[in-house]
């Protein structure tokens, strides 16, 4: 079985990247019409992938999965719809490929242009959600990358039945529909072994938790981008407008807790501290929030010691830790050494400290009064996003077709040789 | 031992990331300062850094180095001036860090920045020339990032006295000077914790032979550019001007076969090949460069024949391997099954082949009737370069200080919650 699983891959990772040149060069019309007919194929077959998803869905039953992952897992009519749905919203972005990003002419009299093209073959490794598989997919084919997925094996049923939906609508192009492929196998040794296609597969996307990306960083000989933890702060400073900051610290915690751009800490200056405490106390209690505050906030307000390691958790939950600081510097710091670089915010209406605040704080978005739930790609208007990149390398923050797209240089010359 | 190295690149790297933040936030006049004060110190002690040098040179003396690898070594006045003269024209750049990639206002009136900013501490592993030790701290002082430094062992003495000229620049300036380091001792195993410095080392750049770069890619935790082989090809199209074919193949292969950029490989389309193959082979024969063909190519001239290695090897020698082809879609697929993906050319005066050629072959740097041996960030125009990036995340091809460089959000708000 494990000789199976890697000529399984390997042939897999061949085809794949023999095919992605065929993607790579469509034109942009044809990759929409692609789209758009993989978004009538959902509609077509939803009651096929309605049952496959009852399949997958009985076994999480079986297996005491919980009721949030059965949620996670569950796919229905409106569900299916909204695949179809972000796959025209997909073809309907702008194509990024053969974009010229600059051009210019050098000394030699050579017109040198740097031109946006795919980055290859994409690994994409999660866990979660079914249609993660239809976004990807559609992320990849609007980006002229081939695709290769792995998904979660609670799920394998519903990826098959929307993998085979999605394979169905090459009919209608002239494009080589080897450039999508999803890993059907659920042995687990099917993971590492992508994680060796070097030269084959080009780029690993993993998204899931911790123990998955951890596994992926250590192993892969392949570049990873990281889809990690976002431990989120907001930071009130002295002279905030203290309504802002108990709304913006509302909604930045309690609209979705579940997401890696809701805060889980709220840095407060000293002399805003008395007044912004109580209030802030009150919206949380009203919300079932439970709040962990240092010694100087409990001078405050009544609220449970926060420990070393509530500093650095992301709870994804009701909970926030609050801590008093003394400066703004005291809040830069803390956040550049505790925080994990994804979305922090300050509320203030002095100049020099937002400007401050976004230039040093070290992190993929820096806010001056705004709610860090913002950072998403749809929102900042980069169209769908594959998620949101904790790394600094390559794409940093929400990655959209764009990020899922490298250049070369195009040179033209006359005849040149260099002397 | 083991222990005293384990503990000693953790307390440099965690120096260096905290001081980074120092460089990271300096204004371009400051940093400009510093690298001009780095080229004084140079000047001012040109002597101490040559008895450092020589010490270096009586050991590859007596450990038996080739003569190839003593020129590299070597340090004189003229070399010590012309690493001064680069740090000064690293100054004369324009700074890539707070340059606003691109801005936009998205719909809820949130206004939204892409701005350059440096990527944080760079590890650069080298093996090379001591001179890599001025050029690589100029260019991460130019884009604001911390840099930790690795050289070979055989080059240590000269590292160090570099190292401690450049570091006594910053006495000029308020720039913290723990943002750079070398590593000072030659335990091999130094390289080894370097690459698990996650978090606190933020890209690793390998400059090296093959193990070098094998080493690295299969060991780090910390993303790699790698700057590998080229395998570089000319395609002689059969509408080409044979003339300047046989001028562009001769520059490209003798007028420096040593680097990346020099072409490996002449692929010619079999109408074409009875014209400049004999022609090519008299030009080769004059500047004595072994040429290997196919059974194609030794029907037209006489030369060894080609194995099956030779269509994958880097000579860096005066070696070329010659293959006739039948068309220009048996070039393209040869060229991206073969090649290196590092900078491959046409010579063509046919319109749809130049742009079917630049379009489908996969590499760094597509060249239209030119000589291979452009590929390089000086003669781009981007300035100084760290070196030629193989890869394709991030940064591909001639890599300047703008490819030192990733991006954050800086997103400006006046009270705005996510509904």
């Not at 080589?176 to 993971?191: G, H, W």
């Not at 992926?216 to 900051?245: F, Q, W």
């Not at 998620?387 to 899922?404: C, F, K, N, Q, Y």
Request: glycine share 8%; proline share 3%.
């Amino acid at each position: 079985m494990q000789t199976d699983v890697v000529s399984y891959v390997r042939d897999m990772a061949q085809r794949v990247k023999r095919a992605s040149y065929s993607i790579g060069k469509a034109s942009s019309r044809e990759k929409d019409r692609l789209l758009r007919a993989m978004a009538k194929a959902l509609r077509e077959r939803m009651q096929e992938i309605i049952s496959a998803n009852r399949k997958d869905m009985q076994w999480a039953e079986e297996n005491g999965l919980s009721q949030a992952m059965k949620d996670r897992l569950l796919l229905n009519e409106r569900r299916i719809e909204a695949m179809a749905v972000s796959l025209e919203e997909i073809a309907n972005l702008k194509d990024p490929v053969g974009e010229v990003i600059s051009a210019w002419r050098n000394k030699d009299d050579l017109w040198i242009h740097k031109v946006r093209v795919p980055i290859g073959v994409i690994g994409i490794i999660y866990e979660s959600r079914p249609n993660v598989t239809s976004d990807c997919i559609g992320l990849c084919v609007k980006s002229g990358n081939g695709a290769i997925l792995r998904g979660g094996k609670e799920a394998i049923n519903s990826n098959m039945a929307i993998y085979s939906a999605l394979k169905s609508a090459f009919k209608e192009v002239d494009i080589d529909p080897d450039c999508i492929a999803l890993i059907e196998t659920t042995d687990r040794s099917a993971v590492g072994e992508m994680l060796k296609q070097v030269g084959l597969i080009d780029l690993i996307i993993p998204r899931g938790g911790e123990g998955l990306i951890r596994f992926v960083t250590e192993n892969s000989l392949i570049p990873v981008i990281k889809h990690y933890k976002g431990v989120c702060h907001e930071y009130v400073d002295r002279s905030a407008d203290v309504e802002m900051a108990v709304r913006i610290c509302e909604n930045a915690k309690v609209q979705r807790p579940g997401v890696c751009n809701a805060i889980e800490k709220i840095l407060v200056h000293e002399d805003v501290a008395p007044t912004f405490l109580p209030k802030m106390a009150e919206v949380y209690k009203k919300h079932g929030v439970e709040v962990r505050g240092c010694e100087r906030t409990r001078q405050i307000i009544d609220c449970k010691p926060a420990s070393e390691e509530d500093w650095y958790e992301e709870y994804l939950d009701l909970i926030i830790a609050i801590k008093v600081v003394s400066s703004l510097d005291e809040a830069i710091d803390w956040i550049n050494e505790h925080g994990s670089h994804h979305s922090d915010g300050i509320i203030t209406s002095d100049y020099e400290s937002g400007l401050r605040f976004v230039r040093e704080v070290d992190s993929a978005a820096v806010y001056v009064n705004a709610s860090t739930r913002f950072t998403d790609g749809g929102v900042f208007g980069l169209g769908a996003e594959i998620g949101i990149s904790t790394d600094r390398l390559h794409a940093r923050g929400p990655m959209g077709v764009e990020e899922l797209t490298t250049y070369k240089y195009v040179v033209f010359g006359e005849g040149q040789i260099r002397q």
